[in-house]
């Protein structure tokens, strides 16, 4: 059974901290990893997506990928109250699969 | 506007009464998905499909049935619907072709069966 582990949280931090959550895999085929926003009742959006192994930027977030130890990461610099939100990581379900794999979400609060 | 359409956002029904979920995308996408997500539980897909007249069952099928007949749309049937199967309903389509592709989803359908 592939699996997508994340802290289900509640993860809190002060407005303009920096925000990290996190995701292990299981399946060492995996080769496309996605981070979705979820706002309660709402379908998740696209944040980022990263393949290769280390950081990428797109404005205050940053993915990390280190496919050795099968972790990708999530990066929110600047926290504001707007990014407070479920933040789901998906996996593609192994080489050359279509499928994704969800993880149950991490459920972040940023206090003003 | 490229988008997922799901109808109807919400929806409450009684137990045995057969329900459609309709869902088309407008991205001419061969891969679309139906999950389900309750609380604690995360997002589990329901049924997905890769192409016209090709589907496959998802984590949980069981009550669900799919049809895939166009390109753009994939309706989610229960033929007789339980309190169990009441839930938040997404739809969802991606290309084939790159598996770096991300999935689009719709608005979400929220069902309550009683």
């Known amino acids: 059974q592939k699996e997508v582990e994340q802290n289900s949280g509640p993860l809190s931090v002060p407005e303009g901290a920096i925000a990290s959550l996190n995701c292990t895999y299981s399946?060492?085929?995996?080769?496309?990893f996605f981070w979705y926003r979820q706002y309660s009742g709402k379908s998740p959006e696209l944040i980022m997506s990263?393949?290769?192994?280390g950081d990428k930027e797109d404005g205050r977030f940053t993915a990390q990928l280190n496919k050795a130890s099968q972790y990708v990461s999530l990066l929110i610099r600047d926290s504001q109250p707007s990014d407070s939100a479920t933040y789901l990581c998906?996996?593609?379900?192994?080489?050359?699969?279509?499928?994704?794999?969800f993880g149950k979400g991490t459920k972040l609060s940023v206090i003003p | 506007e490229a988008q997922v359409t799901q109808n109807p956002r919400y929806l409450i029904t009684v137990t045995g009464k057969k329900l459609t979920v309709t869902c088309s995308q407008n991205?001419?996408?061969?891969?679309m998905s139906w999950y389900r997500q309750d609380p604690g539980l995360g997002l589990r897909q329901i049924y997905y499909?890769?192409?016209?007249?090709?589907?496959d069952k998802g984590d949980v099928p069981e009550g669900y049935k799919v049809s895939r007949k166009e390109k753009r749309n994939f309706p989610l049937i229960l033929e007789s619907p339980s309190p169990n199967q009441t839930s938040l309903y997404f739809c969802?389509?991606?290309?084939?072709?790159?598996?770096?592709?991300?999935?689009?989803f719709g608005n979400g359908t929220r069902l309550t069966v009683t």
């Open positions: 969802a389509s991606r290309p084939l072709g790159r598996t770096n592709s991300p999935l689009h």
């Open positions: 399946d060492r085929g995996s080769q496309s």
């Open positions: 990263i393949y290769s192994n």
């Open positions: 998906a996996v593609n379900s192994g080489a050359g699969s279509y499928q994704l794999t």
């Open positions: 991205m001419n996408h061969e891969y």
């Open positions: 499909s890769m192409n016209v007249e090709v589907t």
